[in-house]
């Protein structure tokens, strides 16, 4: 995402800029009442990236000369930190001031790309001397009316010339999912059935399928086509690997390689399917297993396989199905132990298939495909904000060491897996139990169940 902040000491007009360019008419600084937001965000479709007004960061209320430049200095920090682009707004009427001079060297020691904005250059009566502007050594100034719309097309070209062009809107991400290979794997303890659900998907008796325990050994390519819940011909890739074995008593240097190989396979699948045997459940060796997926960041499903015997079991009104309702019942039972069990990974979605039947095997590969798309979108960073001031509101962050943890503004910066950003006034490490919380929160609202976020925290005293 591309990120352009408004920079500026108090009163230059930063905030009409802000409206101006994101063609708003009020000052957005109340969304709701009683919330005076730090840093504001807007979407500006027509030029592809987001602009941040940081006018309300570091203000407390204080009027001090000491407070206001403090206050000041802290928006540029973070501008420096979380902008591609840096529209640093001076005052054409009253010219500039030290607290300018100071805002100059400290974007100038940035290296970042800088625009210098001359505002209120409306009424003829511009004291400021040009001289001045170009000793600040930031390059060319533009001038503006962000009152009267004066310089406003100006200004836009201007910052697309620094940016460049609107990068266009993926238009092709549904296709992509069509042209590229969706690359999946099985991992899972020996037995449990990788390798009938390999042949299955490959409708072949290719692999070695063995009541032994262990007996593929390579990991291989495979691809096949799935019609999916659409009706569109999706290409997989299907990387057939041998079971890994936990970290620990690796009886063998060859059981010791084919770890290896399941872990590359890990890292080349998009969707990994975390296979579990219906009857033994979740054991220690498949949390280890499960782990290293997680490790990798990839989405997991689980696939609790030979369910066909489940099934058996309830149509036999079988003795050990009897303290259950019916299958459902017993399927969300199951789900729960399991997520007990499998606490690390709590929105993968479970699937409860039959390699043997083929009992749901469309719905294990429709669930990758709905998966594999997640992955790629692009969260609108206006609208994340508004969800994180929501998230905060509610349950604002714990004070660490007696002190408030404050989140100013976050944006996605990353897919496969989801990358996020995020800027607050500490340095320290978000508590794991919040970070949960901010994750369950984007993943409820966006719809991303399975998919894996990474957060990254910028803080600054
Ligand atoms: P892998 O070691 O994980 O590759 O497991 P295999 O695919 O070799 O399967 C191990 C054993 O479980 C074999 O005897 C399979 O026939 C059996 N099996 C696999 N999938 C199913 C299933 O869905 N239902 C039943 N009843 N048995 C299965």
Known sequence: SRNVAIVGRPNVGKSRLFNRLAKRRVTIVHDQPGITRDVISFD??????????????????????????????????????????????????????????????????????VQVVINKADFGEEKIDFADIYRLGLGEPVQVSAEHGRGEA????????????????DEDTADKTARDPLCVCFIGRP??????????????????????????????????????????????????????????????????????????????????????????????????????????????????????????????????TQMYKNERDYREKYEKALFERLFFTPGSPVIFVS?????????????????????????????????????????PPPAIGGRRFKIYYATQTGNRPFRFRIFCNREEKLPENYRRYLERGIVNEFGLEGCPMLFRLIGKE
């Open 44 to 113: 500006v479709a027509d030029g592809g990236y987001t602009l941040l007004d940081t006018g309300g960061l570091g203000l407390v209320g204080g009027e001090s000369t000491a407070e206001l430049t403090a206050a000041s200095e802290q928006q540029v920090d973070f501008a420096i930190a979380a902008a591609d682009l840096i529209l640093f707004v001076v005052d054409g009427i009253e010219g500039l001031t030290a607290l300018d001079t100071r805002i100059a060297s400290m974007l100038r020691r940035s290296k970042k790309t």
């Open 154 to 169: 100006d200004l836009r070209e201007t910052i697309i010339s620094h940016i460049g062009p609107p990068v266009p809107e």
């Open 191 to 320: 037995n449990v059935g990788k390798s009938s659900l390999s042949n299955r998907l490959l409708k072949s008796d290719r692999l070695i399928v063995s009541a032994t325990a262990g007996t593929t050994r390579d990991a291989v390519e495979l691809p096949f086509q799935f019609k999916a819940r659409n009706n569109k011909l999706i290409d997989f890739t299907l990387i057939d690997t041998a079971g890994i074995k936990a970290n620990t008593k690796l009886a063998s240097p060859v059981e010791y390689f084919s770890r290896l190989r399941a872990l590359d396979s890990i890292q080349k699948a998009d969707v990994i399917y975390m296979v579990v045997d219906a009857l033994e459940g979740i054991t220690q060796q498949d949390k280890a297993i499960a782990g290293e997926a997680v490790k990798e960041s990839k989405p997991i499903i689980v696939v609790v396989n030979k369910w066909d015997l489940v099934l058996e079991a309830f149509k036999d009104d079988d003795i050990s």
């Open 355 to 395: 390699a043997v039947s083929a009992f749901e095997i469309d719905r294990m590969l429709n669930s990758a495909v709905k998966i594999n798309r997640l992955l790629d979108m692009k969260i609108p960073t206006a609208r994340l904000n508004a969800l994180i001031v929501k998230l905060t509101e509610r349950m």
